[in-house]
């Protein structure tokens, strides 16, 4: 059974730093790229930050670029995103995917989804 289970989500203060994780079991975790999104009220779900396989390339989105970095450890089947510099635009639910696409098949995996709220 696949699983992805997404922690470490909670309130913090605007300039204040948390660490995500997700666990994942039930597949190969090292054959797929790791994402992290998150979706806010009202707002389409967007990418958050990726990286690949092996950890060797990361990508995320301008919003977060500086302050945020996503890193896996293939050892544990976790992928993690660590947020420094939180700002009350960072409040969203956060949300763990594994994608991967051999030949002629897709394979796209989703958490549940971790609150983070950012507020004074």
């Known amino acids: 059974q696949v699983q992805l289970v997404e922690s470490g989500g909670g309130l913090v203060q605007p300039g204040g730093s948390l660490r995500l994780s997700c666990a994942a079991s039930?597949?190969?975790?090292?054959?797929?790229?790791m994402s992290w999104y998150r979706q806010a009220p009202g707002k389409e779900r967007e990418l958050v930050a990726t990286?690949?396989?092996?950890?060797?390339?990361?990508n995320y989105a301008d919003s977060v670029k500086g302050r945020f970095t996503i890193s896996r450890d293939n050892a544990k089947n976790t992928v993690y995103l660590q947020m420094n510099s939180l700002k009350p635009e960072d409040t969203a639910v956060y949300y763990c995917?594994?994608?991967?696409?051999?030949?002629?098949?897709?394979?796209?995996?989703w958490g549940q989804g971790t609150q983070v709220t950012v507020s004074s």
């Open positions: 995917n594994a994608f991967w696409k051999p030949q002629g098949n897709d394979y796209d995996y």
């Open positions: 039930g597949f190969t975790f090292s054959r797929y790229v």
């Open positions: 990286i690949t396989r092996f950890g060797v390339s990361t």
